[in-house]
């Protein structure tokens, strides 16, 4: 069972192992609460993985060490076991999903462990590390639904409190619910008073339909932007800390996530990945009744793929109406398309880019239609841009 010495501990145990990470104001991202981060996007592996990978391998005794450890994980909790295994001198071997982005599965091999990639998602990944523990006797390091792991997670907690003493809520990623329920268990057992508030992806809503439910669900199949909480089952121990000390559990889904991202490194210069960036979208799209409250929310990680990133900021422009597509039906005659062109920037738009086209079965014999990228301030401002549009005549598709 966990307890609250056992939090108090791997404190102890990970002063100088694990950064304490800060905490600071996002005056930016909204308006309608005091907001801020903790910015475990800055931790040394660039997520708050270490500290219960870490702390639950300093617990094994020598003969668990000598046989090493195994973990299965979307790519943070690996490199927070091979970096823990690799300070410990004990071999780690990490199974990570054949789709986890190369980056977190260059940094994993980069930290010292052996990596076994396993077709399909997470829950591949720990069946796959089960067996394979079973064969050669390590020792598995569970990335959620362990005391140790957990207790790892909940310094997290404790750091808040000493750094925001007069907080009222904190928001938390979850994806097995492993960080959630060591940062409630020790917010709760302290404070109370605080609320803690849990964040699904709405393409992986594992905890947040156990809790409706009343036990444990198992997902027939997840699909998020937000790869490192895409979960299809909460763990038993975490389930039972959830329904005890959560709150409330909400969902956001994949466009707000990416217009979190973006809000973040715009307005915070802070770099989240998806999971690490739910929190934020949470509070940005008033999910959560937190209104002129004192907020923290959890960047967990910032470890996101390059690749990745480019598409993210596409969708978050377009979800905060900073990118917009516009569609028009034309006569095809000289000057229509300048005179669009003039329409867009006296509203002062950017276009991006023109399509124009011809052979549309959907338009006049003597018409066509273009195809218009431009950069927008907000969605008031798409708006705008579209009435003077349709008050020049302008018949506008989209």
């Known amino acids: 069972m966990l307890n609250i010495s056992e939090i108090f501990n791997a404190a102890a145990v990970l002063k100088g192992v694990a950064r304490k990470t800060d905490v600071i104001p996002a005056p930016r991202i909204t308006t309608d609460c005091q907001l801020y981060l903790k910015t475990e996007n800055l931790q040394l592996t660039g997520s708050f993985k270490l ?16 046989k090493g450890v195994i973990a299965c994980s979307a790519g ?24 986890a982005p190369i980056s977190k599965v260059e940094a994993t091999k980069g930290y010292g462990a052996d990596v076994c990639l396993v077709p399909g998602v997470y829950d591949d990944a720990y ?13 598995f390091v569970h990335p959620f639904d362990d005391d140790l792991v957990i207790a790892g997670q909940g310094t997290i907690g404790l750091e808040i409190l000493e750094q925001l003493p007069d907080v009222d809520a904190v928001v938390v990623p979850i994806g097995g619910g492993g960080l959630i329920s060591g940062v409630a268990f020790a917010i709760k057992t302290l404070r109370p008073d605080v609320k803690v508030y849990g964040v699904q992806a709405a393409g992986a809503p594992s905890m947040e339909r156990s809790i409706h439910t009343g036990e444990p669900v198992r997902l027939e199949n997840v699909s998020t932007i937000a790869d490192g909480i895409a979960v299809k089952q909460p763990g038993e121990n975490t389930y039972e800390l959830c329904k005890k000390y959560v709150d409330e559990i909400v969902t956001v889904n994949d466009d707000e996530t990416a217009a979190a991202i973006l809000a973040l490194m715009e307005r915070q210069k802070v770099v989240a990945e998806g999971a690490g960036a739910v929190a934020v979208a949470a509070v940005m799209f008033n999910k959560l009744p937190v209104a002129g409250k004192k907020v923290v929310c959890i960047v967990s990680g910032g470890n996101i793929d390059v690749n990745t990133l480019n598409r993210v900021i596409t969708r978050g422009l377009a979800k905060s109406g900073r990118h917009y597509t516009f ?19 006296d509203e002062g738009a950017n276009v991006i880019s ?18 218009l990228e431009i950069e927008t301030r907000d969605s008031a401002h798409i708006d705008q841009i579209r009435n003077a549009l349709v008050s020049k005549g302008f018949d506008v598709l989209n």
Do not use: M, W
């Not at 069946?127 to 020792?139: F, N, P, R, S, V």
């Not at 569609?327 to 867009?344: C, E």
């Open 51 to 66: 500290r219960g990978a870490y702390y639950k391998i300093s617990q094994l005794s020598e003969e668990e060490k000598k």
């Open 327 to 345: 569609i028009i039906d034309l006569f095809d005659k000289p000057g229509q398309l300048a005179s669009v062109l003039h329409a867009i920037a």
């Open 354 to 371: 023109v399509t124009h086209e011809r052979a549309n079965s959907n338009t006049e014999i003597n018409g066509c239609s273009i195809r």
């Open 76 to 99: 943070n909790h690996a490199q927070g076991v091979a970096l823990g295994a690799t300070h410990n001198g004990i071999k780690a071997l990490i199974c990570l999903p054949a789709g």
């Open 127 to 139: 069946a796959k590390a089960i067996e394979l523990q079973k064969e050669h006797g390590y020792t």
